[in-house]
């Protein structure tokens, strides 16, 4: 008899990096008949389309996607939530199909960023002619780098040093240290925008953004897109063998908001909602953090992966910084994190990120990983967050 | 002497300056911005409070690397004032990892920003080390 799992038929990501020849569309529409012919079904399957592109949110990607790979009709969702928008587009699909509005649903996330720079989040404008307070902190001058910084780097960096803080440790070379995993990690990712090993020399010596971080500790701009195609597990069972093989269960699909808290809204408390998602994925998918063959997770910054050891629970709590120091999260260790070399080195194109780490996860649980695969890989978590904020965490199961 | 005004509606000036919160009467949330109404418990009331001058640095950063027309290096940090944590950039102290340390004594200090073409001047504020007062 049939449950009400939901898989990931097909799944595929671009090359992450340059792509200065393809549009948005070109890249959502890669990823999108990659994900299809994976799974070995068409567009004419498809019951719904979530689709996410942060920097031309009100563009309509889904519909412009539509009219290169199939307009079948079917209804659109066109989904925006920050750094988690590709996570919220698959929860969407997931949604759609779990309710019963359809058997198959599709997700996709794409973004062009390669050359942004790395002041996102930065708002200063010029002085006016005369003070005047506007806004709802009746300000009569901008006051971005006058109280605080609102670039992400530099709130990143305060979030990791917020940890040290409360639990000691987080020094700039341990935070430089997490980025050398993870450039060493993404030597075995030919689909990373960036492959190369850094010494711990070259992270340190590096230009400085907003310490600690250093360029290299920082998420990668890049172009990329990711998709995924949903099944509900009816459905699932009339497919062939093959087919079936190859699906990953979606044992847990969770998206949090952040709960106020004294605080959050000096500094983003991208902590407690983490904390949250993770629990709730754990109780839904029965598993329990040591269960974890893989994580990808929400490296924005190397200053940000250590809080996020301890957010979901892969460490007792305040204890990240001995926990990453014995090893564990390195490929080799306990609970290997950031395998394909994280945002760091992968890259961060925002929207395709909460869909290419589902993707990063599947392709171990179906050993296909080649020379990166964990090899046994039964069970893995994808973490994304958005600050504003918004957490997607999904857990994966391999095939029985 | 010229007329002044604070650079944000929640630091008060005059003879002892310090910032004052929007506090929640129902639950006790305080916020620097207007509200429509509370974040933590959706009640509407609420009272003005004033915030400690001194407090402890919880978090910092030194941004090397900002926008056109923000002067770098400088650094950005979250002060815990009494309980309330406050944003804020830390001043009069070099801005670098051997002066700037988590846990500091820090407080409040005001100073000018500039003037404008009507000849009045914004009063801005940030969190400096208590050792050196
Ligand atoms: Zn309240």
Redesign the interface.
């Known amino acids: 008899m049939a449950s009400d799992d939901i898989w990931i038929l097909g799944i595929t990501m671009t090359k992450f990096g340059k792509r200065p020849d393809d549009d948005v569309v070109d890249l959502a529409a890669e990823a999108a008949l990659g994900a299809l012919a994976d799974g070995g079904v068409t567009i004419q399957d498809m019951g719904v389309l979530a689709a996410g592109n942060l920097m031309g949110a009100a563009a309509g990607i889904g519909q412009q996607l539509q009219k290169q790979i199939g307009q079948t009709g079917i209804p659109v969702y066109n989904v925006a939530n920050a750094c988690a928008t590709g996570a919220t587009a698959l929860r969407t699909a997931i949604m759609a199909v779990k309710a019963g509005e359809c058997d198959m649903g599709l997700a996709v996330g794409v973004e062009k960023l390669a050359g942004a720079g790395?002041?996102s989040g930065?708002?200063?404008k010029?002085?006016?002619?005369?003070?005047t307070?506007k806004?709802?902190?009746?300000?009569?001058?901008p006051?971005?780098?006058?109280?605080?910084?609102e670039?992400m780097?530099?709130v990143f960096?305060?979030?990791g040093?917020?940890y040290?803080?409360e639990h000691g440790g987080a020094t700039?070379e341990l935070f430089a240290r997490i980025s050398e995993k993870n450039h060493s990690h993404s030597t075995l990712n030919p689909l990373a925008a960036y492959s190369k090993a850094m010494t711990l020399e070259q992270i340190m010596g590096d230009?400085?953004?907003?310490?600690?971080?250093t360029r290299p500790m920082c998420s990668a701009n890049c172009d990329g897109a990711a998709a995924a195609v949903v099944v509900s597990d009816a459905k699932l069972k009339t497919l062939d063998p093959d087919q079936r093989r190859r699906a990953v269960k979606v044992s847990a699909s969770v998206l949090t908001s952040d709960p106020?808290d004294?605080?959050c809204?000096?500094?983003p408390n991208v902590n407690t909602l983490t904390r949250r998602a993770a629990t709730t994925a754990y109780e839904q998918a029965g598993v329990a953090p040591e269960d974890l063959d893989l994580v990808e997770l929400h490296d924005c910054f190397a200053t940000a992966e250590l809080v996020h050891y301890d957010n979901l629970q892969l460490c007792a709590p305040g204890e990240a910084v001995p926990f990453f120091e014995s090893g564990a999260t390195w490929r080799t260790g306990s609970t290997p994190v950031n395998v394909s070399g994280g945002l760091e080195s992968k890259g961060h194109p925002i929207a395709a990120t909460g869909i290419a780490n589902i993707w990063e996860v599947c392709h171990h649980l179906r050993g296909e990983a080649g020379d990166r695969q964990i090899e046994g890989a039964k069970v893995g978590l994808a973490h994304v967050i958005g600050l504003g904020s918004a957490c997607g965490v999904h857990i994966l199961e391999k095939a029985a | 002497m010229a007329e002044q005004v604070p650079l944000v509606d929640y630091l008060v000036l005059g003879d002892e300056p310090h910032l004052q919160a929007n506090e929640c009467t129902a639950c006790g949330a305080r916020f620097f911005d207007r509200r429509n109404a509370c974040a933590s418990c959706g009640k509407t009331e609420f009272t003005k409070v004033a915030i400690p001058t001194e407090g402890v640095l919880r978090s910092f950063t030194i941004v090397a690397f900002a926008a056109p027309g923000i002067p770098v290096p400088f650094v950005a940090g979250i002060v815990d004032c009494g309980g309330t944590h406050v944003r804020g950039n830390v001043v009069d102290v070099e801005p670098d990892a051997d002066h700037v340390s988590l846990g500091m004594k820090v407080k409040l200090t005001t100073f000018p920003i500039g003037e404008d073409s009507a000849g009045t001047e914004a009063i801005g504020f940030g969190f400096a080390p208590l050792e050196a007062n």
């Open positions: 790395l002041l930065g708002s200063r010029d002085d006016a002619d005369t003070w307070p806004g709802r902190y009746g300000a009569v001058a006051i971005d780098g006058r109280i605080g910084t670039i780097p530099g960096a305060q979030v040093m917020e040290g803080y700039f230009i400085m953004i907003a310490y600690p971080n106020w004294e605080g809204q000096q500094l």
